[in-house]
Every structure is written in C-alpha cells, then in structure tokens.
C-alpha cells in the first residue's frame, strides 16, 4: 500500500469554526489531491497540488483552500465550516514521470467531518 | 449527459458467477481509464488500469472500445471478497488538471 496517511480520520466540529486536514505521504510524489465523497455524487475534486507551493482549483473548490509546504505534506482547510462540509474527504497521491495527465491515483484512509 | 455513467447495481450474484459491468464516458478526448474498488467506508483502491487492447488480471478483464466511449470490466469466478463498490474512472486532458473523473460505482455483492 502506499505510504499516506490523514489526520485525522474523525472529526465532530461546529459550523462557523475553522478546519484543517492533513494529507502527509511517504513516497515523495510530486502530484498530490484533496476530493469528497457524498452520496450520490461520487468523489469530487476539491484542490490539488503540482509541486511545493504549487496548488490549483478542482470542481468544487469554493470554502476550502489548501498549503503545501513540504513535498510530503497537503493541507485542507475550511476556513468557516458549513453544514454542507460534512463529508468523508480523501487524500490522493501520483507520480508525475508520465506526465501531468492520466496517472494512477492512490487513496490515504479518508477523514470524515461532520460539521454541526 | 454525466461524464462518466455506471449501472448504480446493486449487482447479487453467487459464488463463482461471472459478472459484467459497464461505463460509458461522455468527453471523446478521455486518454486513461482505470478501475478502482471500494469497500464499504474505505479509500477506494486501484483494481486495474484500462489499455487500448484491453487487458487481464487473473479473474478480472477490463475493455475499452473508443469508438463506443465504453469501458467493461468482467469478473469471472466471483468471490465473496469480491463483494465491493467498482468505480470507473476517466482522466481528461484539459479542464481541472490532473482531473480523475469518478463513476458513482456499481455496487457488487457476491453470496454463498
């Protein structure tokens, strides 16, 4: 399995208040990912990271942002948490040798949030 | 039309049956294809990655027609471990880079 772990894996919060997740990986990738899961949606896109302070937007990426700092470090924050946050958020990971397009994904373990 | 579209299932078979699911994808430029699994309240977790030539690994085969912009994945031999939701995945060029484009998943339950 791929070395990447979130923290953390559980979280009860209230609406309004401040969030941080965070994706740290082993395997030194250069390309790194932040989706939800709801029901009924699949996962979705929040943000992803190219490299060191490199970041972009994904699909649904309005309420959150998100630091890289380190290679092995992701950072998800939701700077107001609503009740729409609640959801299980995943980490991802790729390589880049093929390119920035196409690779194989691999998941850390999800954090779920419920905001209250 | 969604990007990516999948039989939601659920799809019960017993022990040993073989199985066939199917996705279609809307964006005719897509360039990669995979199969992921997830079980039930976990990361999902690559199956298989989908090639032009269609490939195998062991019980599980996985195709791709382009001109159909369809992708099947046919388990034979179902096991109980089989049991699992199977998301088809797509990743275009363009738009969000470095996008996966997910399926909603098939679920499959494999019985006794």
């Known amino acids: 399995d791929a070395g990447i772990t979130q923290s953390p894996r559980h979280k009860v919060t209230e609406t309004g208040t401040p969030v941080t997740l965070r994706c740290h990986q082993t395997e030194n990738h250069r390309y790194m990912y932040w989706y939800r899961q709801d029901p009924g949606h699949g996962l979705r896109l929040i943000h992803y990271?190219?490299?060191?302070?490199?970041?972009d937007k994904g699909e649904v990426s309005d309420g959150y942002s998100v630091s890289r700092s380190k290679t092995e470090d992701f950072l998800l924050t939701l700077e107001s948490a609503t009740s729409s946050q609640t959801s299980v958020y995943f980490c991802?990971?790729?390589?880049?040798?093929?390119?920035?397009?196409?690779?194989?994904?691999?998941f850390g373990p999800g954090t779920r949030l419920t905001v209250t | 039309r969604k990007e990516v579209e999948q039989d939601p299932g659920p799809f019960n078979v017993p022990e040993g049956a073989t199985v066939a699911f199917n996705c279609t994808y809307s964006?005719?430029?897509?360039?990669?294809f995979f199969w992921y699994r997830q079980d039930c309240r976990k990361e999902p977790k690559l199956l298989m990655s989908?090639?032009?030539s269609g490939n195998e690994d062991g019980r599980f085969t996985a195709q791709l027609n382009r001109a159909s912009q369809y992708i099947s994945l046919l388990i034979r031999d179902s096991k109980l471990s089989d049991s699992a939701t199977y998301l088809c995945v797509v990743s275009n060029y363009g738009g969000s880079q470095g996008n996966l484009i997910f399926g909603k998943g098939t679920k499959l339950s494999v019985k006794p």
């Open positions: 964006n005719s430029a897509s360039q990669s």
């Open positions: 989908v090639y032009s």
């Open positions: 990271s190219y490299g060191v302070k490199d970041t």
């Open positions: 991802a990971i790729s390589e880049s040798e093929r390119g920035r397009w196409g690779y194989e994904q691999y």
